[in-house]
């Protein structure tokens, strides 16, 4: 099943396999069900009349999108590389505890179509694709979507302590298209293609796939919930295996086209 949010007159409103889902539906209370209980309560209240409008990004505000750091090899190597501070994230790749960090509230969040941003106070900018895991207040994995945690590398590498600077601003977080609502065994070799375009070519390419992370999707999960509680659900970005060379920054005017699976998420970049 695959989840859409749309823009409407009266206001957003969520679809499945392109079918309205009633007005009053909402994620919040979807992910309050178990696992074992979604398919069959959605495919309940499936209403008539193909969904139509913008899609916006399948987040509701109240929700919390959490990120997780240094989960590939590539990403511990890009991080040591960029930091005067490298044994930080040698360190956290070998660690029982994984990197997790808040990344952004719902409302923040940009959806497919939707201008990302580059901090205007960085030189070095980079999107990191990633596969967003969605979570029920259980802590189960329901679906996913595709994430990109836009980020500032020169402002992390100066500190590691400047990471929330680096990582949470206005258009640093995209979630989209939508949510393949499906277990975690279908998502541990997952392909992750990235793609940047710059006035009509591309200027940077690259692939790695889930298979290729440290941990697994239920050890970052568990770490997540261990201490916190989220009734309605939460987003989590699983860290990026897809790091672009030192010499490339993204520019005003790319767009970034982020494939994970079946789903695609493209943004282009603004200012």
């Keep these: 099943m695959y989840l859409t949010r749309h823009h409407t007159s009266a206001g957003p409103r969520w679809a499945v396999d ?17 696992q074992a209980a979604i398919t069959s309560f959605v495919q309940a209240i499936l209403t008539e009349g193909p969904a139509s409008g913008d899609l916006l990004p399948p987040v509701e505000s109240a929700h919390e999108v959490w990120a997780c750091g240094v989960t ?5 190597e890009a991080r040591e590389a960029e930091s005067e501070v490298r044994d930080v994230y040698q360190k956290v790749y070998h660690a029982d505890r994984p990197e997790l960090f808040f990344k952004s509230v719902g409302w923040r969040v940009v959806g497919h179509g939707t201008p990302i941003r580059i901090r205007k106070d960085s030189h070095w900018n980079v999107p990191e ?8 207040s259980d802590g189960e994995i329901v679906g996913y979507s595709v994430g990109d945690d836009v980020s500032s590398r020169d402002i992390e590498g100066e ?10 601003y206005n258009g640093a977080c995209a979630v989209g298209p939508g949510i393949l609502l499906t277990d975690a065994d279908t998502l541990r070799d997952l392909p992750v293609h990235l793609e940047i375009e710059r006035d009509g070519a591309v200027v940077f390419e690259g692939d790695t796939s889930i298979a290729q992370m ?6 970052l999960v568990h770490y997540l919930t261990l201490e916190m509680d989220f009734p309605n659900g939460a987003f989590l970005m699983t860290g990026t295996g897809i790091v672009p060379t030192e010499a490339f920054s993204l520019n005003i005017g790319d767009t970034v086209h982020i494939t994970i699976g079946d789903l695609t998420l493209s943004n282009p970049v603004t200012s």
């Design 18 to 34: 392109g079918q309205w889902l009633p007005a009053d539906f909402s994620l919040n209370l979807l992910l309050q069900l178990p």
């Design 72 to 76: 590939y090899l590539r990403s511990r």
């Design 129 to 136: 694709p990633e596969l967003t895991l969605v979570i029920n």
């Design 159 to 168: 500190n590691p302590l400047y990471l929330p600077q680096a990582k949470m």
């Design 214 to 219: 440290k941990r697994s999707l239920e050890e």
